[in-house]
């Protein structure tokens, strides 16, 4: 569990700040030329304290900066009280091409409306818990050519609106999946240049899943990965999508052959002298007979609309006659019910962004035959009605078998007492488990789902019979008998109405 790092109040500054204008600051308000830092340069709210050689941050930044240059500097740390003073309106904070090794975590708690962080080209090594949580609202952050080769997990936390993310040319060696796989914590995060690293082996699987607007902006290459044939797959994908990350660094895509110790390009896999990767193929949809599928518009840019759905034979949607077992559904997806074979072939997606319109192609293919073949249901069936005959025979088991038996064990009705009412609160499970699998029945794409469901009240009717042997032996009351009855009767019932849609 992590707290969110707290910045220190900073109401006696502020208080500090106002006696301070009234004492002696007032007169200096009319020229901004009094509050420009010493030998930097001052254009309105735009402060340049750049190549000055400067060892310490000036103090006295006036409080409407709104851009703040301390780039080539000799600048070695950030502390927390770099300045003294809260910076409201600054959105551009430049300290590339500095000494920077050590940041204190609370180093942000003056600047809260930072959209810009150029920390590019200094000597940072680690990036400690919660470091940028306080930069809610920063949109790109800058880190390349540092000697980062430590990040904690939560260092990028609550930055709900970074969008790009530059960590280049350092030392890391393991994929941050944290950054781009929890969606809701990075939501605007479209760039993660994660090129010139020391990153061996990536997720491929889990990279694989992502919307193809993240893949566009993830940058893998110069990178020393270890060659494999997912690799290869991933990336011939990724260049026949098109994708900017792969496309403008095709060349610095390369990985390294695990016995040769060489360097090759991990588009030539396939060839038979490095791993004779099967060529890749584009994949296709698959469906079944019956089905409901959902196909989705995976398209290069964020928040591009899918204006338009063409379907193999020529169906545009959204139509205007909505009588179809077609609807595009409010994100963009087509959405195909009750999927036959005529809807097999090739379906095309125009989206419309800002900055291109984009064309995408997804084959479906169709399965003649439904997902659960007739051998299955008639399985399923069989399992039913077995259940069904036991209950019922259990049941008469208990009405007529056990008061004989009580009579021969009279002394160990009290110590058997407890054990009883456990049993049949287990037993009592047995309905609360049909109403939800015959509520699952109802969905024809979700007849797998149901199977295990009545796999399971079979085996109950199994542990219904090797309790069964304990309990009735004890005494069981005319009233649990009659429980037991209606539970044999709901079982049965259950049992018959699962049976009913085949
Ligand atoms: C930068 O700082 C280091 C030590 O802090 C000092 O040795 C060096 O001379 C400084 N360089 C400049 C250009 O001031
Ligand atoms: C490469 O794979 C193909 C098909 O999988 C196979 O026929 C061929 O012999 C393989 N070549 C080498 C050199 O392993
Ligand atoms: C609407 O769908 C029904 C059933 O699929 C069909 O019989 C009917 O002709 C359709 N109407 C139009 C206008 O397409
Ligand atoms: C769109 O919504 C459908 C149903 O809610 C969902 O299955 C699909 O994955 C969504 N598509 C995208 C791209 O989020
Ligand atoms: C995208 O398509 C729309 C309509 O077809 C057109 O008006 C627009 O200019 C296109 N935009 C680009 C960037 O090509
Ligand atoms: C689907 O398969 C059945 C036999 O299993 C066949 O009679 C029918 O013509 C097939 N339908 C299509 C559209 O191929």
């Known amino acids: 569990m992590l707290i969110r790092r707290l910045c220190p109040s900073s109401c006696g500054k502020v208080w500090l700040l106002v006696l301070l204008l009234l004492g002696c600051g007032l007169a200096r308000e009319g020229g901004s030329i009094l509050n420009c830092p010493p030998k930097c340069v001052c254009a309105s709210n735009i402060i340049s304290c750049s190549k000055l050689g400067l060892g310490v941050i000036p103090t006295k930044l006036p409080r409407f900066t709104a851009i703040l240059d301390l780039s080539h500097n000799n600048l070695t740390r950030l502390r927390a009280d770099w300045t003294p003073t809260r910076l409201p309106h600054l959105h551009s904070l430049l300290l590339n091409h500095n000494a920077l090794g050590f940041i204190s975590t609370e180093a942000f708690c003056h600047v809260p409306h930072l959209r810009y962080l150029d920390l590019s080209s200094n000597s940072i090594k680690v990036l400690e818990e919660l470091l940028f949580s306080q930069l809610q609202e920063l949109e790109v952050l800058l880190l390349y050519n540092n000697q980062i080769a430590q990040m904690d997990r939560s260092a990028f936390d609550d930055m709900a609106r970074l969008q790009k993310l530059y960590l280049s040319q350092n030392q890391i060696s393991r994929f941050p999946m944290e950054l781009v796989k929890d969606r809701a914590k990075l939501p605007d995060l ?123 034979n020529n169906r545009r949607f959204p139509e205007e006659t909505a009588n179809s077992t077609m609807t595009v559904l409010s994100n963009g997806s087509l959405q195909i019910r009750l999927v036959r074979v005529e809807d097999m072939g090739t379906y095309t997606c125009y989206t419309v962004s800002q900055a291109f319109n984009e064309t995408l192609y997804v084959d479906v293919m169709v399965h003649n035959f439904t997902q659960h073949g007739p051998h299955d249901t008639l399985n399923t069936a069989y399992t039913t009605l077995v259940g069904c005959i036991l209950s019922v025979i259990l049941v008469l088991i208990y009405l007529y078998l056990t008061p004989c038996r009580c009579c021969c064990r009279g002394n160990e009705k009290l110590a058997a007492q407890p054990e009883d009412s456990i049993n049949s609160s287990m037993l009592s499970t047995t309905p609360n488990h049909n109403p939800e699998a015959a509520g699952r029945k109802g969905s024809l794409s979700h007849l797998a789902a149901s199977g295990p469901m009545q796999g399971q009240n079979g085996k109950q009717v199994d542990e219904d019979r090797g309790t069964g042997a304990g309990p009735s032996s004890e005494v069981m009351g005319l009233h649990t008998h009659g429980t037991m009855l209606l539970l044999g009767a709901a079982s049965c019932c259950a049992a018959l109405i699962l049976l009913s849609p085949q």
């Open 190 to 312: 479209a760039l993660l240049d994660l090129s010139a690293n020391k990153i061996k082996g990536l997720p491929v699987a889990a990279l694989k899943g992502l919307p193809a607007w993240m893949k566009n902006g993830l940058y893998l290459h110069s990178n020393p990965l270890s060659c494999d044939c997912g690799l290869y797959e991933l990336f011939t994908h990724w260049h026949a999508r098109q994708l900017s990350s792969v496309v403008d660094f095709r060349e610095e895509l390369v990985c390294s052959l695990p016995l040769a110790k060489r360097s090759v390009s991990v588009f030539t896999l396939n060839s038979q002298d490095s791993l004779n990767c099967s060529e890749f193929k584009e994949h296709m949809l698959e469906t079944y007979l019956g089905d409901t599928l959902t196909i989705n518009c995976d398209t290069k840019v964020r928040g591009a609309t899918t204006r338009e759905w063409v379907t193999p």
